[in-house]
Every structure is written in structure tokens, then in C-alpha cells.
């Protein structure tokens, strides 16, 4: 989800500490630097290249359509190159580079502004990460001045799938669909609008979805520019969405997440039953008794059903939630990060999260280890789990607060806490 509520962005603060300027003092002297920011335009696609002194961990997340995130752990950005060249083309608008110190940790975060909603690619090479999508038509500047070559991709096909909680709306072309403009309209019913140009369809004037927030999509030509096809996606509410391409550029996909209550507050929402999970899926503890604050932390704990109790008072105190481990498997809703970790610290690595998820994170200081992981485009939920998983780690929620610790201690103080109760 791309919009992160004021409160978690207060608890984001507090996790992270405060930034500190460039090339602060306490630098560790064998941390990597920050060499150089470019760009280049090819044919079809646009690129933000960042290259630093060695190959480095980086966290890559989109908080929101227009932004796209780079963070490189244990780097410091002081004295780069900047070398982006702005351009009305390039998907990148801007660059900026943020410089911050993590629990003693370096952190360069390299923060993208897009001129339209879209999803960037990510891919590295070993010092270098580029951060690709597909260019802005020029020709979007000016309506009507489209090539008279003719059409040169045709949308074949409408689809709709469920990813989660969330509505995929996908075109399908025979060849490239570059839309030129990707706008929601301020007047008239809720909608978003996209325009093709030299593109025609032989699907249906109107395609009726009602699944989530889509109503329907509609195909049609522009009356104020012939041969610019308009496609207008009509929704029942207003959702936050992102835009997808597929690798060769045939389809593209607008992705409607629904919305989800504050993190914070959905920590303090009462749940019917405590049960204690463990990584091989042991079902609920024999002794497992009511508790009004049993509020599962991932995405994938909140889709699995809890078992059935007897009805019992309510304590006069809430009492903490048992451990939760990770992989509970269910549905994962968090906005896609791709992250890419070589021997980076486990304690570091779990810090990421909080900026990521606006949770507040305490990590008990036993916990040891590196974490040697790369992934792409995954919900950044899946990604906490594997890690979790990957370490024999799992958590308690107390309060607003999420407590990350091994599973062996989390059992013996749930052990503890049944023996008192």
C-alpha cells in the first residue's frame, strides 16, 4: 500500500533517528561510497544509474505512484558525481540523495520522482544499480500530434485478476502499448484515463468489471485526437493504484490496492482467539484462552481463521499477544520492494522494515546473523517473513509495539506467562 498513515510516519522517525548531514563524522572506514548518479535515454526506455565504490545492499520500494526508492546500506554519500540530466523524456523528473546514520549504519537513500504513475524496474551489476522504465512521449505534451504511419499496436485483450486484497486491471497488445498519459480526472464521476497513441482495439467499447474499486473499462478513440485511443477505467470509490509493464512492453497493468486501516491501529483491533503459531504450522495451544488484543502483524497472519472458542470474561487488563512465527502462509498485501542483501547484517536488515512497513520494531539484542537474500518486486510483508523464517525468528505484539526475537525465547515466555495466568 502506498500511503503510510502520520502516525506511523512519526513512529518511522523515531526508529530510524535522526538524518544527519552529508559525509557525517563516525563514517566506519571501510564503508563504500557513493560514486555517481546518471541517466540515459534510449529508444524505448529511460534509466537512473547509481553506482557506488563497491557492490552494496539495497532495499528498492515505491512508497507512492510517483516515487521509487533506492537505499544502500552501509554507504556513504558524500562528494558523487551528479551526473542526472534532466530531460521532458525520461520517466525521472528528479533525483535527490539523502544522507542518514542507522543504529551506526550508513545509509545513502537515493529518492526518485516519476513524471507519471508508473512501476520502475530495478536490476544491478555488480557496483551498479539502474532503476529503469519506460520513457515519456514527447508527443503527450501536445494532443493530436500523432504519427500518421498508422496504428502500430492493437489492445486485444481486457483481463482482471485479484492479487490479494487488490484488483489487476491488464491490456494486452500485439506489440508495445507506450501510454503517453496517465491522468485522474478532478471533475465528473471517479476514473482513470489513459491515452495510446497509434494504438486501436479490437476488444469491446465496454468491458464490466465490479470487482474492488473497478466498475468498468472502457475503449474508445480521443474526439480531439483521432488516432489517440482513449482506455477510461470507471471506479465505484477512490483507491491508490500503480501502473505495470510487462517485460516486452505488450501489456500493461493497473494495479488498485484497497485500503487498509492505519498499521498502528489495526495492532490495537480485538481478535477472537490467541492461538501460538510455529514455523511447521502446530495449530493453537491446547490451553489457548480468549484475549482482547490478539492482532496478527503480517498480512498473511490476518488471513488465516482463527479456531473456535468457548466464550470467556474479559480480562480486566489486556493481556500481551502470544509469539507469532512466520510462515503462516495466506495472503501477502504490502507494496512490492525488491531488496538485494550480500552478508548484511541481520539487525540492520530487520531496521529496514520499519521505514518500510511504518510499524515500530524492537529487535532483542540476541539476535545474531547475516543475510545473504536477493528478490524482486515481492510484497515487502513476504519478504520480512522469509527473512523471519529464514532465521528461526518470530514476534509478540505488545502494544503499538512489535517485538522481534528467536523462537525458543518467544515459547519460554509464553510458557512463563501461562504458568501465572
Not at 537515493?110 to 508527443?139: G, K, Y
Not at 503527450?140 to 504511419?149: C, D, K, L, N, Y
Not at 472458542?309 to 487488563?317: K, L, W
Amino acid at each position: 500500500m502506498y500511503r503510510i498513515s502520520l502516525l506511523a510516519g512519526l513512529c518511522i522517525a523515531a526508529a530510524l533517528g535522526a538524518m544527519t548531514p552529508l559525509g557525517a563524522a563516525g563514517a566506519r572506514a571501510d564503508a563504500a561510497m557513493l560514486k555517481k548518479i546518471g541517466s540515459t535515454l534510449e529508444a524505448r526506455t529511460g534509466s537512473v544509474a547509481i553506482e557506488a565504490s563497491a557492490a552494496v545492499p539495497y532495499v528498492a520500494s515505491q512508497p507512492d505512484p510517483r516515487t521509487f526508492v533506492v537505499e544502500l546500506r552501509d554507504v556513504v554519500a558524500a562528494g558523487f558525481a551528479d551526473d542526472f540530466k534532466a530531460d521532458p523524456r525520461h520517466p525521472a523528473g528528479a533525483v535527490q540523495v539523502e544522507s542518514a546514520v542507522d543504529n551506526g549504519v550508513n545509509v545513502a537513500r537515493v529518492r526518485i520522482t516519476l513524471r507519471q504513475p508508473m512501476r520502475p524496474r530495478v536490476r544491478s551489476s555488480r557496483n551498479m544499480i539502474f532503476v529503469e522504465a519506460d520513457r515519456v512521449d514527447a508527443s503527450a505534451v501536445t494532443p493530436g500530434t500523432v504519427s500518421m504511419a498508422g496504428a502500430s499496436a492493437v489492445i486485444r485483450d481486457v483481463r482482471v485478476t485479484q492479487r490479494g486484497t487488490a484488483t489487476a486491471v491488464t491490456l494486452l497488445g500485439t506489440s508495445r502499448l507506450v501510454a503517453t498519459s496517465i491522468q485522474e480526472p478532478t471533475e465528473g464521476p471517479r476514473r482513470v484515463v489513459i491515452e495510446f497513441p497509434n494504438v486501436t482495439s479490437a476488444v469491446a467499447s465496454t468491458t464490466a468489471i465490479r470487482q474492488g474499486p473497478v466498475d468498468r473499462v472502457r475503449i474508445g478513440f480521443n474526439p480531439q485526437a483521432p488516432l489517440m485511443t482513449q482506455v477510461t477505467v470507471d471506479l465505484s470509490r477512490t483507491a491508490p493504484y500503480r501502473v505495470e509493464t510487462s517485460p516486452d512492453g505488450n501489456d500493461l497493468t493497473l494495479v488498485f490496492d484497497e485500503p487498509v486501516a492505519d498499521p498502528i491501529a489495526s495492532l490495537l483491533n480485538p481478535a477472537p482467539a490467541r492461538e501460538l503459531i510455529t514455523p511447521r504450522g502446530i495449530g493453537p495451544s491446547p490451553d489457548a484462552v480468549p484475549s482482547p488484543r490478539v492482532a496478527p502483524v503480517l498480512a498473511a497472519q490476518a488471513a488465516a481463521p482463527a479456531p473456535a472458542q468457548a466464550p470467556a470474561a474479559q480480562p480486566a487488563q489486556p493481556a500481551p499477544q502470544p509469539p507469532v512465527a512466520a510462515g503462516q502462509g495466506g495472503r501477502f498485501t504490502g507494496a512490492p520492494i525488491s531488496i538485494d542483501f550480500q552478508d548484511a547484517d541481520l539487525r540492520s536488515v530487520l531496521r529496514t522494515f520499519t521505514e518500510i512497513s511504518g510499524l515500530n520494531m524492537l529487535i532483542d539484542t540476541t539476535i545474531q546473523g547475516t543475510v545473504n537474500m536477493s528478490l524482486r518486486d515481492i510484497p515487502w510483508d513476504q519478504a520480512l517473513d522469509l527473512i523471519l523464517r529464514t532465521n528461526k525468528l518470530g514476534y509478540v505484539v505488545e502494544g503499538s509495539v512489535i517485538r522481534i526475537s528467536t523462537l525458543t525465547a518467544l515459547a519460554e515466555e509464553e510458557a512463563q506467562r501461562r504458568k501465572l495466568t
